[in-house]
């Protein structure tokens, strides 16, 4: 095997898959159908397109995005560890509605979090005098 950017005359022929990386970077590799299709409903989730409450229609789903259910069930899943999703045995997904007392624990938190994220910016800030 040959470092990147250090082939030798000899070898010439050599593929992408025979070259090695040296700073220990590994090559980008594309996502999975399951991770194109967990990306779609993850935007489409928190874009509101697919309201909370709502049922997440497999075959609907599917046929949309011209895929089988098999990667979709898998993205699905991948969602529902993000708290997207909740899958339900032998049905569907449905997306989690939060009651209102999570809500208000949600807009506590941000509150105090941009609270300290706004005093620790201005802190760090220099101002200059001309």
Sequence with gaps: MVAAGKVRHSDRRLSAQHIVIVDNQSPRKEPSTSERIAAYLREAILSGEIPPGS???QEEIAERLGTSRLPLR?????????????LEVNRSARVPALDPDELDVIYQMRERIETLALRLSTRRQVFSID
């Design 74 to 86: 898998e993205a699905l899943r991948m969602l529902e560890v993000e708290g997207l999703t909740q």
């Design 55 to 57: 049922r997440i229609r």
